[in-house]
């Protein structure tokens, strides 16, 4: 039995990704009927998904799993064994869901599945400084730290302030955050900036009281950037859209949940392409966001948009 924590974590979107893989099975074509229906699941978080997917098809289904946090992958394990009949999980990132699937001797799939949001796992036990509601190190890898190029920490208390700024303000939309970039080199200067706590307080003071009094904590948007520059997220998305398109069966569908605009404007821009090239079908015009029921049961649902492509050729 694994001694890994239960998952916290409460997929988004179930009814309408089980859905969109389950009409697409119905719709299968007779030759296609034939052969195991091949689900690649390329963020498992805490398998919510891969489980509905799983049930929807009443378990018959391979399904491919991937994470780059091996405790996601353990808890898996734990939940989707015996559920399909073929199971493959692996330790690994989806940009490189090519090697994968070479590994295993999959030549091609017939749906895959990338939600990119934060698992509520790694904000409540990862242990990395996701979150600054807790005082964590400040490192913000999905995977071992010892194997990432840099952390988070890295970027505080390494780069210039005019790359910080850049960062903050390009991959986390922050107005302030040339003030930010200024009061980090300037806290920096005293000690090093260590935890997820320090750095949290750091950008609280550093920019206007009324800016603190709105919605959203004041380092929001500043935690967000960082995680995406340490974690490469967006070209990892680009890397996994191309390779996962290649990968898919010609009637096969790509189901993308995105939760920031940086993200959707790459797949929306990449379904496009492949509906001008008439490789794919767009299946919804405007992305699918969560219903007023789910955002009162999941407020993190608030901000997810679910696209959907169907490969034609």
């Known amino acids: ?3 890994v924590a239960p998952s916290v974590h409460k997929a988004v979107l179930l009814h309408e990704v089980t859905q969109a893989f389950g009409l697409q099975v119905q719709s299968r074509k007779s030759g296609a009927a034939s052969r195991d229906f091949i689900y690649l699941d390329g963020t498992l978080g805490g398998a919510g998904h891969a489980l509905a997917v799983a049930d929807a098809l009443r378990g018959k289904v391979t399904l491919i799993g991937l994470d780059r946090d091996l405790q996601a992958i353990e808890r898996a394990k734990n939940i989707l064994e015996g559920k399909v009949q073929k199971l493959v999980l692996e330790n690994e990132d989806f940009r490189n869901l090519d090697k994968v699937l ?3 001797n999959v030549v091609g799939v017939d749906a895959i599945l990338f939600d990119l ?3 509520s796992d ?8 996701f979150s600054f509601q807790k005082d964590e190190p400040l490192l913000m890898t999905f995977n071992d730290p010892n194997q990432a190029p840099f952390t988070a920490r890295d970027v505080v208390n390494g780069w210039k302030e005019e790359s910080i700024a850049n960062v903050i303000y390009a991959y986390g939309g922050e107005r302030y ?3 930010i970039a200024k009061a980090i080199i300037l806290a920096r200067q005293k000690k090093p900036i260590e935890t997820s706590t320090e750095l949290a307080e750091i950008v609280r003071y550093s920019v206007p009281a009324s800016y603190r009094r709105g919605r959203i904590h004041p380092a929001t948007r500043t935690f967000q ?3 995406i520059v340490v974690n490469d997220e967006l070209g990892a998305l680009k890397d996994g859209l191309i390779k996962g398109w290649q990968a898919l069966n010609p009637g096969g569908r790509m189901a993308v949940i995105s939760f920031h605009s940086l993200e959707d404007r790459i797949v929306k821009e990449f379904f496009k392409e492949k509906k001008i090239s008439k490789e794919g079908k767009i ?4 992305p699918i966001v969560a219903s007023k029921e789910e955002v009162q049961e999941n407020p993190r ?3 997810a948009k679910l696209r959907i492509i169907e490969k034609q050729i």
């Open 102 to 104: 070479q590994k295993h």
């Open 117 to 119: 949001g934060l698992s």
């Open 122 to 129: 790694e904000l409540a036990s990862s242990g990395r400084g």
């Open 301 to 303: 649902s608030r901000s």
């Open 1 to 3: 039995m694994s001694n």
């Open 283 to 286: 299946e919804n015009k405007k």
């Open 225 to 227: 950037a960082l995680r």
């Open 177 to 179: 955050a040339r003030r």
